[in-house]
């Protein structure tokens, strides 16, 4: 018989945790962990087969350890002067957070954040050992900047992650609030932009404060807008030195040859890539003016999903929709649901479903 968790000789600081635990079941219609439903083009598919064919000619042989054509992409794609000595990349941005945790935080140092947020943000913090702080949001789950800047300076973290926009709220995050943090701190200050291509066009992307700011990390992944979560590919932009602590941590040779060549082709089809974000903004929009019919009360969002409150009772509500073979997300936030924007099919079904439990209060 298998030992119980608690008779292994288990670190006293993760004793009592709870795994990331996002139910992977098989539905029709699943809307609960933010992907992209919509599959990438055939024609982009093609030409990833074809560079992870001729990169599987020299998988004998370890990759390139510097990722060096796949940091260059990134920074063709992002733009803003930026150089592919500011890009770092990892499989996935939870790696890439990982990574900076591990470089900047680590056992007796604080990582805080505004919750609430992210829920791999204090899984990560204390897998390395680290103390997580949690500050508080106003109304909305909105953050000004001088509250901001006081939490901040009086928690003295070693790290500060801002999502931005937040999940699992979609609450937009105001520029002044990421300049404010960044002043009130000595820290490193991480922008996790996950959720970015699904913003307004006009706002201003962290990556624009970027020069002059050596401790300014902008994090963003190919999971959500690209359609490209089961390839594993997160990255950064910062300051190059930025780079050479990761360097210190990270594993050798830790993005595989397939990964990177399948980014590297992907990447060179961005635009096409990119083509279901503004389809996804109209759902997500969609989403939000039914749901208020409905009488629920939906939170602005600058994402792919929406969190709506006014569930009497979320439990029976998501029960009730998962019977009608619709899947989304309980975050733990009091009478509340989260849901992704799907395809426009997808997105009916979801409204349909709930509009037939109807449980608004
Ligand atoms: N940051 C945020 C805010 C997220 O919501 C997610 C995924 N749900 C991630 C980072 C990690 O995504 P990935 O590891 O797939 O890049």
Known sequence: MSPRLEDLPLRDDLRGMSPYGAPQARVPVALNVNENTHPVPKEVADDILDAVALALRDVNRYPDREFTQLREAFAEYLGHGLTREQLWAANG???????????????????????????????????????????????????????????????????VLLCSPNNPTGTPMPIDVIERVYESTDGIVVVDEAYWEFAPRDERSALTLLPGRERLVVSRTMSKAFAFAGARVGY?????????????????????????????AALAHAPTMLATVDDIVAQRDRISATLEALGYKPFESWTNFVLFGGVEDPAATWQGLYERGVLVRDVGLPRTLRVSAGTEEETSAFLDALASIDSAS
């Open 236 to 264: 950064l932009a910062a300051d190059p030195t930025v780079a050479d602590a990761l360097r210190l941590v990270r594993l050798p040779y830790h993005l595989s040859a397939l990964t990177q060549a399948a980014a590297v």
């Open 93 to 159: 941005s939870n790696e890439v957070l990982q990574q900076v945790l591990q470089a900047f935080a680590g056992p007796g140092r604080t990582v805080f954040g505004f919750a609430p947020t992210y829920s791999m943000y204090p899984l990560l913090a204390r897998g390395i050992g680290s103390r997580w702080v949690a500050g508080e949001r106003g109304v909305d789950f909105t953050l000004d900047a001088d509250s901001a800047a006081a939490q901040v300076a009086e928690a003295h973290p070693d790290v």
